[in-house]
């Protein structure tokens, strides 16, 4: 199982009692937002794309979006999403627990700026009842992520109260 292969690359870090598991699904960002109790711009989804062969997760906060300009800048070509089969077979997690952990070798990640806006935010972790809370440092540095990009919208309006960037 996906979930159990980041258990094991959190055990690695020593960071596997940080692993939620919940009785429900967590596998969107609204359920996932439900499960955690916060708010849906918290969780930090994982979305695939191709770029020239290669598999791209790009790590976004749950009330992004992929803006087409921007990442045409940034990957020089339209954006083109993998299906829910090329998910599984580049990333080895099914849609639904996507996360940028313990992923096929030859996956670049890259962490979006829409995250910035947290001190913490909840990536999933191989399942679709699982999820991290992590700081952003942590997020970088366990996602192995080759660096931060801006290729989102309709985040830039959604302020965060401080209470929202505190840890539960």
């Excluded at 960071?15 to 955690?36: H, N």
């Excluded at 794309?49 to 992929?66: K, P």
Aim: include cysteine.
């Amino acid at each position: 199982m996906s979930v159990d292969k980041v258990k094991a690359y959190f055990r690695s870090w020593n960071l596997e009692d940080r692993i939620l598991e919940f009785d429900v699904s967590s596998a969107t960002v609204e359920l996932a937002a439900e499960a955690l109790h916060c708010e849906p711009k918290r969780i930090a989804k994982s979305l695939s794309f191709m770029v020239d062969d290669q598999c791209v997760l790009i790590v976004a906060a749950g009330d992004a979006r992929i803006d087409n300009g921007k990442y045409k800048l940034q990957f020089g070509k339209k954006a083109k999403m993998l299906n829910a089969d090329e998910v599984l077979a580049y990333t080895g997690h099914a849609v639904g627990g996507v996360c940028p952990f313990a992923v096929k070798s030859g996956v670049k990640t890259y962490l979006d700026i829409s995250l910035k806006r947290f001190s913490t935010v909840f990536p999933a972790c191989g399942s679709s009842n699982s999820a991290a809370e992590l700081s952003l440092e942590e997020l970088e540095r366990l996602s192995g992520a080759i660096s931060w990009i801006d290729v989102c919208k309709d985040w830039e309006n959604s302020v965060s109260a401080p209470s929202e960037m505190e840890d539960f």
